[in-house]
């Protein structure tokens, strides 16, 4: 069954651009959603179809996917962006999210 | 806007069943999918399954086929999860989520318990 891979944490310090990865094969192919959550809160969609963001979303996240890896990009961190962050992806009729991953901002 | 609100807290024995309900409002309930997504504490997000009221399409996860139920009431623009056979590693929060994902519930906790 097809699989994503998140690393469990990234750390960067506040102003610093945050890029979390989800890998899976030939992900490229697939359209790629992100998802953040803080905690005691439902998720919220950042990101949807691989780079477009929901309104009320800053400009500061976008999204990448080619190849085996799809990029979540936080420009300019802030404290506020601290939170555990999800890709998932549609495999035929089933919908896969990534481990997550917690980003941290020092 | 559309909304879903989900029912509130339970707690159940193991081997009980529970069901939860989401009830959508804001939007025109047959023009949506309704995905159930849960949560066991400190761990990451588990797709459940989705139905598609207006055809009453089901979709299940594989590890969740046979012991979850997905239902939606069109009358009344609620959709439900049934979950028998409760067991401790059920113990988490279930969430309702409405197709594309942009729009959650407030989420569900589910606590089983002797």
């Known amino acids: 069954s097809y699989e994503l891979t998140q690393p469990l944490s990234v750390s960067l310090a506040l102003g610093q651009t945050a890029r979390i990865t989800c890998g899976g094969n030939n992900i490229g192919d697939k359209n790629v959603h992100w998802y953040q959550q803080k905690p005691g809160q439902a998720p919220v969609l950042v990101i949807y179809t691989n780079n477009n963001r929901p309104s009320g979303i800053p400009e500061r996240f976008s999204g990448s996917n080619s190849g085996d890896a799809a990029t979540l990009t936080i420009s300019r961190a802030q404290a506020g962006d601290e939170a555990d962050y999800y890709c998932?992806?549609?495999?035929?009729?089933?919908?896969?999210f990534g481990g997550g991953t917690k980003l941290t901002v020092l | 806007q559309v909304q879903l609100v989900q029912s509130g807290a339970e707690v159940k024995k193991p081997g009980s069943s529970v069901k939860v309900s989401c009830k959508a409002s804001?939007?025109?309930?047959?023009?949506?999918?309704i995905n159930w997504v849960r949560q066991a504490p400190g761990q990451g997000l588990e797709w459940m399954g989705r139905?598609?009221?207006?055809?009453?399409?089901?979709n299940y996860a594989q590890k969740f086929q046979g012991r979850v139920t997905i239902t939606a009431d069109k009358s009344t623009s609620t959709a439900y999860m049934e979950m028998s056979s409760l067991r401790s590693e059920d113990t988490a929060m279930y969430y309702c989520?409405?197709?594309?994902?942009?729009?959650w519930g407030q989420g569900t906790t589910v606590t089983v318990s002797s």
């Open positions: 989520a409405k197709d594309g994902m942009d729009v």
């Open positions: 804001g939007g025109t309930f047959n023009n949506y999918v």
């Open positions: 998932q992806v549609w495999d035929r009729t089933i919908v896969l």
């Open positions: 139905i598609i009221p207006v055809f009453g399409i089901t």
